[in-house]
C-alpha cells in the first residue's frame, strides 16, 4: 500500500480586500481618498485667507488628480462592471433632471402666486433655532464664533466630494462600480427632490429674508386669480375664516385686480399660468427657471442639507474611515449656517437630515458596500481556491467537498464573515 503524501504548505494568495461584517473594504486604508478630500477643501478654503495662494494651488491640485485618474484608468479591472452600470447610471441621470425641472417650476409658482405685497408684508416664523445661535454668540468665545461663522463648505463641495468618491472605484477605495454608487445618489437625489417638491407645495411659509422677493424678482404686487378667489379673501378677517369654514365654499366678492400678462410660447403656453410671467423677465420660459433659483419663500426641506447629508451617507457606507467623521461634522457645521444666515428655518435642516439618511438606506438596491449572497460566494471562492486545486491535484475529495461547503455557506448568511470583526483579514 502506498504511503500517502505529505501535504505540502499551502500559499496564501495576496488578498485585494478585506471583510467587516459584510461590507467590502480596501486593505490599504490610510486614508488617501480623505486626504485628497481634505485637500480638496482646504485648499478652496484658501479663497477666503489668502486669493494669491488659492490661485496657485487650485489648478495645481486639480492637475495633480486628473493625471492620477488618467493614469490609474488603463489598469482598472472592472470597466466590464462599469459598462453594466452605465444604462442605469443614465437612467437615473435622466430621472434626477426631470425631477429637478420639477422642483424649478414649482419654486417659481410659490414665489409669484401670493405676490410681491405678500413678501413685504409678512413676517418671517419665529425659529427657536435662531434664538440658541444668537445666545450662544454672546457665551461662546469669538474664536469659536468665527469658526462657526466661517464658510468652509458649501454645496458645490459637496457635489464634488461625492465625485470624488465615486471615481475613487478607480483605485480600489470603494467597492465597484462607480457608476453603481453613482446612479444610487442621482436616483435617491430624485425622490428626496420630488418629496421636497411635495412638501413646500403644500402649504406656503414665508421666508426668513423677507428683502428676497423684491430684490429677485419682478413680480406683480397683486396676488394670483387663483390665490384672489381661494385665499386672500380669507387671510385674516377671522369672521370670514370663520365663516368659509362653516360653508366649505368660496363666497367672498373679489376685487378688481390688473389683466395677468399672457405670452405667447407656443406648446409651453400652459406654463403661463403657473410661472406668472411680467414683462421684461425674458423671452421664454425657461429664462425664469434660471432666475428662480433657491426661491424666496421657505422650502421645506433644505435642498442644500440633502445634498450634504447624501453625500455624508454615501461616504460612510462606501469609505468610511475618519474622513466620514469629519463630513458628518461639516454637515452639522452647514446646518447652523443655513440657519444663522437665514436661508432656511431650523425645521427645514433637521427634516432634511432625517429624509436624507431614510431615503439612503432605502435605495441600496441600486448599489451597497454590504455584499450580496452571490458576491460573498465569488469572494469566497477567491479565498479558497488555491486550496481547492491543491486538493483536487492531490485527489483529496473531502478537502473539495469541504471546501466547497464552505463556499455555499458564504452565500447562505445573512451577515457574513463575523469573525472578521475581530481580524482585519479572513482565516484561511
Known sequence: MPKPKGKAKRPVPPLPRRWAGGRWRPVAVGGGLGLAAAAYVGVDYLRHLSPAWHGRLRPALWAALALATAARAPFYRRWDAELRAAPRFLAALVFMLAALLCEAISVRFINTVLGLQWHRS?????????????????????????????RIISLHHYLMLFIMLGFSALFDCIKSPGLGIGSRYMFTMAVGRLLRTIT????????ARPWCAEARYRIPDYPHPWAQKYYAPYASDRMMIWRVMKQ???????????????????????????????????????????????????????????????????????????????????????????????????????????????????????????????????????????????????????????????????????????SASSSPLPQL
Open 248 to 418: 366649505d365654499m368660496p363666497y367672498a366678492t373679489l376685487q378688481d385686480y390688473p389683466d395677468e400678462y399672457k405670452p405667447d410660447w407656443g406648446l409651453m403656453s400652459f406654463l403661463v399660468d403657473i410661472l406668472r410671467p411680467n414683462t421684461g423677465e425674458g423671452p421664454s420660459w425657461y429664462h425664469l427657471l434660471k432666475k428662480s433659483s433657491g426661491g424666496c419663500s421657505d422650502l421645506l426641506y433644505s435642498g442644500h442639507m440633502l445634498v450634504a447629508v447624501l453625500t455624508a451617507m454615501a461616504w460612510t457606507e462606501a469609505y468610511g474611515g475618519w474622513s466620514s467623521i469629519v463630513i458628518w461634522f461639516l454637515v452639522v457645521h452647514s446646518a447652523q449656517r443655513e440657519i444663522r444666515e437665514r436661508h432656511h428655518y431650523s425645521v427645514d435642516c433637521i427634516v432634511a437630515i432625517h429624509v436624507g439618511m431614510l431615503l439612503w438606506r432605502m435605495t441600496g438596491f441600486l448599489w451597497s458596500a454590504r455584499e450580496t449572497n452571490r458576491s460573498r460566494r465569488i469572494a469566497k471562492l477567491d479565498e479558497v481556491q488555491n486550496r481547492l486545486f491543491r486538493a483536487a491535484k492531490d485527489s483529496d475529495i473531502l478537502e473539495v467537498r469541504s471546501l466547497l461547503g464552505e463556499v455555499e455557506l458564504a452565500g447562505q448568511e445573512k451577515k457574513a464573515f463575523h
Open 200 to 207: 413646500f407645495l403644500a402649504t406656503i411659509l414665508p421666508s
Open 122 to 150: 409678512t413676517a418671517p416664523l419665529p425659529d427657536t433655532g435662531q434664538w440658541i445661535l444668537l445666545a450662544l454668540n454672546e457665551k461662546l468665545p469669538q474664536t469659536v464664533v468665527d469658526l462657526l461663522r466661517a
